[in-house]
Each structure stands twice: as structure tokens, then as C-alpha cells.
């Protein structure tokens, strides 16, 4: 009888110490089904002559789960991406998993046992795990979300706050597997195809610790480009940091902001190789970039982001400037930089910017181990460069840097219809030749989006898009397409319906 009655009081006592836990805490469900149909004519990259329209729906899906208690924080997301009819209607085990975490953190408040986390020096805390690093106007550090993938970093971030002051150190480290056997810290760069064909065309299994190099049939060869992978690129472009390390300062009062960004990311080494196989009674080769060497290619990239309003509440200029040096990727001695001014005039629902950015490249006179291009880093250059990603996205940029006149005018009506348009004009930064040593001329082409907006209830928006690119012959030249007869006017419309649940949300206090 004695051993049920302190059963009864144990458990009393534990349900009188999680109650005011749970009762304290504030939990939400939601999710999001994003669908987009694109019809590209051109996106990226010119398309030559004869060469048709591509038209598919990609679909993104999230789950997300948010928890606070106190200072503590929890979230995560649960994320597939996928192309319609990627997958059949009915699939083997041998297809593959595109499902994925996309996020994954906590917030940890810092303190002692006799002191408060809102003390005179400031709130400390710790962010760990998979999560988006997102900051300023995404221009360095974005979460790329119009992809449907995203960007993600597994990091570990010390937070302070204080008054208007925030500050943010990260750090990463970056390793493939915990394997007992797997000695080192290599680090091979590249999401890869699992098999290549080597230089007599057979398909064969990519080597370990190797990026194959492929010519334009995708054969293995010592001459090929682009890479199966690609070349280390912009924007992380196919070339993920081995190591990553930055201090975020943040001053913000009202409307005037201030920021300063000092970011230096590794890149492991690589030396020029082959592996060999019989075939056929002959030696057949995969070329490619060894990564299973020691050393790093450190990147130095530090700056300032400053917004100031010229009058209350409707004219506003933004200016920053960024420079980048050290080593780039490939171990070239790196010097490079970027600046960007903005007017920014809002008025009632509607606004309009007026803006210049200028992204450094390679110049004349440069020996082979220099580099002068700016890496606009883990961004979100569809933001900046115009909706058809022909800049610092999948399709890489030009060599010669580049230059971006642009003009943007948004309306929001004040129920739920939103519209925008962009002119962007694109031309080099610094000159660039041609293979056989031709000038080309600086301007590359003229850009013109229109975006349009509808809220059809509290989680559905649809938003219609559609976009124009008219390209010189320079732009063939500077993208570093093959040759071919091109048609220099591109197109491209998307539909996207984007729905956002709340599926679930509690928040109560304990008094």
C-alpha cells in the first residue's frame, strides 16, 4: 500500500513540475506546397537556333515545427523538392531520396546561475544546427529562397544583443562521412554524378575524392570543359567551402541601418589527375581534380552596408562596398571587390529604386595564378541581377566581371493584388577577349521583368511572372558558351501558386 501511495506522489510531483513547462511554452505546425511551371526560352543561357522552348512544374513541400520556452528555441523543417513526373508513378528503392532536412537549429540563451540573460553587457546565445544564415539585404548571405531547394548551413552561431546592436560569430567545418576508416579531413567540393564515362566511353564509377573532368560529348578528357561538376564558379556555384568563419555587426535605429560583414571561408586543394582502367585490352582514363591532398585556399571577404533615409519616411539611399582577398578556390591570388548604390523612393503604394552594382572581373595584362572576379558568396543573386539568372547563378558569370544599371517600380494595392517591374541593363566590368584574343564589346544585353501578385486568401498566393532579355554577341562570348548559331532574344513566363498553413499553433502562459 505504501509502494502505490509514493507511486501517486511521484507522479503527482512530476506533473506539478512539467505542467508549468508546457503551460509556458508556444508551439506552431505549418507547412508550405510550393508549385512553379516555368516556360523557358533562354534562361540562364542563350539557347541556339535549334533549339526548342522547355516547359516543366517543379513543386517544393515543407513541414515546419516551432517550439519556444523562455529564451529556448527549436525549429525544424522537413523539406522534398522534385520536377513532376521526376520520379514514375511507382518507383524501386533504386530511384533515389530527394527528401531532406532543410533546417534543423536551437536557440540556447548563455547565462549563470545567479544572472540574467538581459544583463547590462547584453543577451547571449547559442544557434546550432542546420539553419539558413540570412543577413542584410541578402546580398552575401541569403537563403535563396526562389530556388526550391534553398541554401543551408550546418554552423554554429554565438548571438549578441544589445540595445540596437546585434552581433553574429559562425563557424563551420565541413567533413562527408565519420567512417572509422576514413583518415584526413579531405574534402571533395562537389555534389557528383555516381558513374562517368572515361576517356574511351565507357561508364565507369567516379573515383573517390575526385571532380572528372568531361569534353562537350561528356567523355573523360584533360581539355574538358565544363567539368562534370563544373569548376569552382560564383556564388558557391558547385564549389562548397571546406571550412567557413564570419562576424556580422548590425547597428540599426529606425530607419538607418548599418552593417559589417568580415567572412572568410577554405576551400580544399587539388592537384590535376588521372585514374586508369583496362578496357578492352586497352588503357582507358578518368581526368580530373584530386582532392585528397592537404592544404586550404583561404578567402578573405570584408565590408560595409549602410541605409540611410534623406527624408522621413520616402527617400531613402543605400551604398555599400566589399572586398575580397586572400586566395580563390582554385589558389589564385584573389583581389577583387564590389560596390552598390540605391535610391529608394516610396510613396503611398507605390515605390520606385534607381540603382548601380559593380562586381569586379579579370582584366588584360593578369598572369594565370590572379584573379580580379568578386564572388558574391552564399546570396541571393536572383534578387539582384534580373529574374533569368544569366549572373552569379546556375550558369555561372563573366570572367570580366559585371556592371548593372537598373530601375524597379512596385505597387501594392490595399487589398491583395501586388505588382512589379524591373529594367536592368548588363554590361562588363572589365574587358574581356575573346579566345582568339578579340576585345568584346562591354555591353552584354537589356533586361525587362514583370511580376505580379494575387493573395486569394490568408495561406494561397499566386504570383505570374514573365520576363524579356534582349543579349549582344558579347554575351555569348563572356557566358563562355560553346560555339553555335545563338538566338539573342530570350523569354521566360512562370506560374507559381504558393500555399502556406498554419496547421497547428498554441501559446499560453502559466500565471
Given at each position: 500500500?505504501?509502494?502505490?501511495?509514493?507511486?501517486?506522489?511521484?507522479?503527482?510531483?512530476?506533473?506539478?513540475?512539467?505542467?508549468?513547462?508546457f503551460?509556458?511554452?508556444?508551439?506552431?505546425?505549418?507547412?508550405?506546397?510550393?508549385?512553379?511551371?516555368?516556360?523557358?526560352?533562354?534562361?540562364?543561357?542563350?539557347?541556339?537556333?535549334?533549339?526548342?522552348s522547355?516547359?516543366?512544374?517543379?513543386q517544393?513541400?515543407?513541414?515546419?515545427?516551432?517550439?519556444?520556452?523562455?529564451?529556448?528555441?527549436?525549429?525544424?523543417?522537413?523539406?522534398?523538392?522534385?520536377?513532376?513526373?521526376?520520379?514514375?508513378?511507382?518507383?524501386?528503392?533504386?530511384?533515389?531520396?530527394?527528401?531532406?532536412?532543410?533546417?534543423?537549429?536551437?536557440?540556447?540563451?548563455?547565462k549563470?546561475?545567479?544572472?540574467?540573460?538581459?544583463?547590462?553587457?547584453?543577451?547571449?546565445?547559442?544557434?546550432?544546427?542546420?539553419?539558413?544564415?540570412?543577413?542584410d539585404?541578402?546580398?552575401?548571405?541569403?537563403?535563396?529562397?526562389?530556388?526550391?531547394?534553398?541554401?543551408?548551413?550546418?554552423?554554429?552561431?554565438?548571438?549578441?544583443?544589445?540595445?540596437?546592436?546585434?552581433?553574429?560569430?559562425?563557424?563551420?567545418?565541413?567533413?562527408?562521412?565519420?567512417?572509422?576508416?576514413?583518415?584526413?579531413?579531405?574534402?571533395?567540393?562537389?555534389?557528383?554524378a555516381?558513374?562517368?564515362?572515361?576517356?574511351?566511353?565507357?561508364?565507369?564509377p567516379?573515383?573517390?575524392?575526385?571532380?572528372?573532368?568531361?569534353?562537350?560529348?561528356?567523355?573523360?578528357?584533360?581539355?574538358?570543359?565544363?567539368?562534370?561538376?563544373?569548376?569552382?564558379?560564383?556564388?558557391?556555384?558547385?564549389?562548397?567551402?571546406?571550412?567557413?568563419?564570419?562576424?556580422?555587426?548590425?547597428?540599426?535605429?529606425?530607419?538607418?541601418?548599418?552593417?559589417?560583414l568580415?567572412?572568410?571561408?577554405?576551400?580544399?586543394?587539388?592537384?590535376?589527375?588521372?585514374?586508369?582502367?583496362?578496357?578492352?585490352?586497352?588503357?582507358?582514363?578518368?581526368?580530373?581534380?584530386?582532392?585528397?591532398?592537404?592544404?586550404?585556399?583561404?578567402?578573405?571577404?570584408?565590408?560595409?552596408?549602410?541605409?540611410?533615409?534623406?527624408?522621413?519616411?520616402?527617400l531613402?539611399?543605400?551604398?555599400?562596398?566589399y572586398?575580397?582577398?586572400?586566395?580563390?578556390?582554385?589558389?589564385?591570388?584573389?583581389?577583387?571587390?564590389?560596390?552598390?548604390?540605391?535610391?529608394?523612393?516610396?510613396?503611398?503604394?507605390?515605390?520606385?529604386?534607381?540603382?548601380?552594382?559593380?562586381?569586379s572581373?579579370?582584366?588584360?595584362?593578369?598572369?594565370?595564378?590572379?584573379?580580379?572576379?568578386?564572388?558574391?558568396?552564399?546570396?541571393?543573386?536572383?534578387?539582384?541581377?534580373?529574374?533569368?539568372?544569366?549572373?552569379?547563378?546556375?550558369?555561372?558569370?563573366?570572367?570580366?566581371?559585371?556592371?548593372?544599371?537598373?530601375?524597379?517600380?512596385?505597387?501594392?494595392?490595399?487589398?491583395?493584388?501586388?505588382?512589379?517591374?524591373?529594367?536592368?541593363?548588363?554590361?562588363?566590368?572589365?574587358?574581356?577577349?575573346?579566345?582568339?584574343?578579340?576585345?568584346?564589346?562591354?555591353?552584354?544585353?537589356?533586361?525587362?521583368?514583370?511580376?505580379?501578385?494575387?493573395?486569394?486568401?490568408?495561406?494561397t498566393q499566386v504570383?505570374?511572372?514573365?520576363?524579356?532579355?534582349?543579349?549582344?554577341?558579347?554575351?555569348?562570348?563572356?557566358?563562355?558558351?560553346?560555339?553555335?548559331?545563338?538566338?539573342?532574344?530570350?523569354?521566360?513566363?512562370?506560374?507559381?501558386?504558393?500555399?502556406?498553413?498554419?496547421?497547428?499553433?498554441?501559446?499560453?502562459?502559466?500565471?
Open positions: 500500500m505504501l509502494k502505490i501511495l509514493d507511486a501517486k506522489w511521484g507522479v503527482a510531483i512530476a506533473l506539478n513540475l512539467l505542467i508549468p513547462l503551460s509556458e511554452a508556444q508551439l506552431e505546425l505549418s507547412a508550405q506546397l510550393r508549385t512553379r511551371s516555368e516556360l523557358r526560352h533562354g534562361t540562364g543561357n542563350l539557347i541556339r537556333k535549334d533549339q526548342a522547355a516547359f516543366f512544374t517543379s517544393r513541400t515543407r513541414l515546419n515545427l516551432s517550439y519556444k520556452y523562455g529564451g529556448i528555441q527549436f525549429f525544424t523543417s522537413l523539406q522534398d523538392v522534385r520536377v513532376w513526373g521526376q520520379d514514375a508513378s511507382s518507383i524501386s528503392s533504386a530511384d533515389g531520396n530527394r527528401f531532406g532536412l532543410h533546417e534543423a537549429w536551437a536557440i540556447i540563451p548563455l549563470t546561475m545567479d544572472s540574467a540573460v538581459n544583463s547590462p553587457t547584453g543577451q547571449l546565445s547559442l544557434k546550432i544546427g542546420r539553419q539558413e544564415l540570412l543577413y539585404d541578402s546580398r552575401l548571405l541569403g537563403n535563396l529562397d526562389w530556388l526550391q531547394q534553398a541554401r543551408r548551413h550546418d554552423a554554429a552561431l554565438l548571438k549578441w544583443t544589445k540595445g540596437t546592436w546585434k552581433a553574429d560569430l559562425g563557424v563551420a567545418f565541413n567533413q562527408h562521412t565519420d567512417a572509422f576508416s576514413y583518415d584526413g579531413t579531405y574534402y571533395t567540393p562537389g555534389n557528383l555516381s558513374s562517368v564515362k572515361n576517356s574511351k566511353g565507357e561508364l565507369v567516379v573515383p573517390a575524392n575526385f571532380i572528372p573532368l568531361v569534353n562537350a560529348q561528356g567523355i573523360s578528357s584533360l581539355q574538358g570543359q565544363p567539368a562534370l561538376a563544373g569548376p569552382p564558379s560564383t556564388n558557391a556555384l558547385r564549389q562548397h567551402y571546406k571550412s567557413l568563419q564570419f562576424l556580422h555587426l548590425n547597428n540599426k535605429k529606425g530607419a538607418r541601418e548599418l552593417s559589417f568580415l567572412l572568410a571561408d577554405q576551400f580544399q586543394q587539388y592537384r590535376l589527375d588521372s585514374v586508369s582502367n583496362n578496357y578492352n585490352g586497352e588503357t582507358a582514363y578518368v581526368y580530373g581534380r584530386n582532392y585528397k591532398t592537404s592544404g586550404f585556399n583561404t578567402r578573405i571577404t570584408t565590408g560595409i552596408l549602410v541605409q540611410q533615409p534623406l527624408t522621413k519616411n520616402q531613402t539611399v543605400t551604398a555599400g562596398f572586398f575580397q582577398g586572400g586566395k580563390d578556390p582554385d589558389g589564385k591570388e584573389l583581389r577583387a571587390y564590389t560596390s552598390t548604390l540605391q535610391l529608394h523612393l516610396k510613396k503611398k503604394q507605390s515605390s520606385w529604386q534607381a540603382g548601380w552594382d559593380f562586381l572581373g579579370n582584366k588584360t595584362g593578369l598572369t594565370p595564378d590572379q584573379s580580379r572576379r568578386f564572388d558574391p558568396l552564399y546570396g541571393t543573386p536572383h534578387k539582384f541581377w534580373g529574374q533569368m539568372d544569366f549572373f552569379y547563378a546556375g550558369t555561372g558569370s563573366p570572367a570580366g566581371g559585371l556592371n548593372n544599371a537598373y530601375l524597379k517600380y512596385a505597387y501594392k494595392s490595399k487589398k491583395n493584388y501586388e505588382s512589379a517591374a524591373e529594367l536592368h541593363y548588363f554590361g562588363l566590368a572589365n574587358r574581356q577577349t575573346s579566345l582568339n584574343g578579340i576585345k568584346l564589346s562591354p555591353y552584354l544585353g537589356t533586361e525587362l521583368d514583370w511580376i505580379q501578385r494575387y493573395q486569394m486568401n490568408p495561406i504570383e505570374l511572372g514573365t520576363a524579356l532579355l534582349f543579349a549582344s554577341k558579347s554575351m555569348i562570348t563572356a557566358k563562355a558558351q560553346p560555339a553555335g548559331n545563338y538566338q539573342r532574344t530570350a523569354w521566360w513566363v512562370y506560374l507559381q501558386l504558393n500555399i502556406r498553413p498554419f496547421l497547428f499553433k498554441q501559446s499560453t502562459t502559466n500565471k
